[in-house]
Every structure is written in C-alpha cells, then in structure tokens.
C-alpha cells in the first residue's frame, strides 16, 4: 500500500474525514459529510488533485457559476494563495495587452503561442473569464486543464440553480473530471441547498468557502494542487 494521510476539514461549520491514497499514483478522498436530503451522515469517494496520467494541473480557467459575477475578493485571494505555493499569473481580458502588446489579438494565433510560453514559465496560470461568454471566456476555457465555476450561495435557495453560459460552454469541451464547483457563502456556517446548485451539474467535486475566511481559498489551492495532506484546523 502506499502513503496514507487524514485531513480533518472544518467546512462551513461541518468536520469531513478525508483519508487520502497514493497507490499506483492516484488520489482518492473519502468523506463523511452530512446529507441534507436525507438529515443523515453520508460518505462518498472521489478523486483530488493529482493523478498518474494528468498529473497536477497547471491552467485553470475561473468562471462564474449561475447568475451571479464572481466577487473580485475572491479572484484577488486565489491569485495570491497560488502564487505562495509557485509561479503564478492571472490572465484577464484587462491584462491582456500589458502582458502581450500586440500579440493580444484573442483572434489571432499569435496570442496563444504568448499563452503557452506564458504557460511554460509558470507553475501556476489562472485564466479569469469575463462576466458574460465573451471571446475571451471561451478562450480562457479552451486554455485550460480544469475549470472552477464559481457561485455565490445565497442564504436560502429552494430550487434548482441553472448553469450559467460560461458553464454550459465549459461541459461541452471538458470532461466532467475537470470540472469543480465552489460555492461562496457570506459567513462560515452549515450550507443548506447544496443540492440544488449539483442538480444538472457534472462536477467532480465541490467546495464550500466562506467570505469572511481566506483559509477556506488556501483549503481550496491545496486540493487543487494535491496538497491536501496532514491536519487542518479552523
């Protein structure tokens, strides 16, 4: 057998068990979380970060999740959680032409050969999509290894929340092993409605991050990366 690790979590109020293998290069995670439907403990297994074959992605494309833009504090404290584990660089359509001149043109080929070398140099590359499904987003999407949509939750929600444009695009080019929800939540507390926000989205794993907590984002790069090892206190 290989190495084995456990990581308690303090997600949103709530501890999950994770106990973490590397046999034969791949990491899988197992949980034991609450089941809202059902007001019961439920566990459930999924890969995270690395893998023998992918390995640990290097280009992620960040689009929002639902109807809701992404909150730039959130875009500012993934950049700088990235760039604390390596080299890291956001690309946003407002950069564009500072990072590459003339070589910009998001319809011209010379953009993306700036992206892969922009690539080779980094650790880390963060695509952020615009607002809405510009030329841009789908560029940022088409760049990258994995996508996180990203949603803000609200305190209550009853029903169903439909994918946004960024999404439904994003689900026809990647796999849904490539694909992780996080939800935002304005403070640390048990989420409710997480089911509606899984309902119709193919995702291989989801989140919970609390606004008020950049511990949660840290939590969040580590998974990524497939660093979630050791203990983990909030």
């Known amino acids: 057998g290989g190495a084995r690790w456990r990581e308690w979590q303090c997600l949103s ?33 999924a890969s995270v970060g690395y893998d023998g074959t992918h390995g640990v ?17 959130f875009i500012d404290a993934l950049t700088k959680t990235f760039a604390a584990e390596g080299r890291t660089q956001a690309v946003s359509s407002t950069n564009l032409v500072a990072l590459f001149g003339t070589d910009a043109d998001i ?44 949603g803000t939750a609200d305190r209550v929600t009853t029903s169903p929340v439909p994918e946004s ?27 409710v409605g997480t089911r509606h926000w899984l309902k119709g989205r193919a995702v291989r794993m989801h989140h919970h991050v609390a606004m008020t907590d950049t511990r949660d984002v840290e939590r969040l790069a580590r998974f990524i990366l497939g660093r979630a090892l050791g203990l983990v206190t909030c």
Do not use: C, M
Request: net charge neutral; aromatic share 4%.
């Open 13 to 45: 109020g709530a501890t999950a068990i994770a106990t973490v293998e590397t046999d034969d290069g791949v990491v899988r995670v197992l949980y034991s979380l609450h089941d809202e439907a059902h007001d019961r403990a439920s566990l459930f297994e």
């Open 165 to 191: 444009e960024h999404e439904r695009f994003a689900a026809r080019l990647l796999n849904p092993v490539a694909h992780r929800l996080v939800l935002l939540h304005e403070r640390r507390k048990a989420p």
């Open 107 to 150: 319809a011209g080929g010379r953009l993306t050969e700036a992206l892969n070398a922009l690539e080779a140099a980094n650790d880390t590359v963060l695509y952020i999509a615009d607002p809405r499904l510009t030329p841009w987003s789908e560029k940022a999407i088409r760049q990258a290894d994995i996508v996180l949509r990203v």
């Open 57 to 73: 992605p290097r280009t992620i494309a960040v689009i929002p999740a639902g109807p809701k833009p992404i909150p730039p504090w």
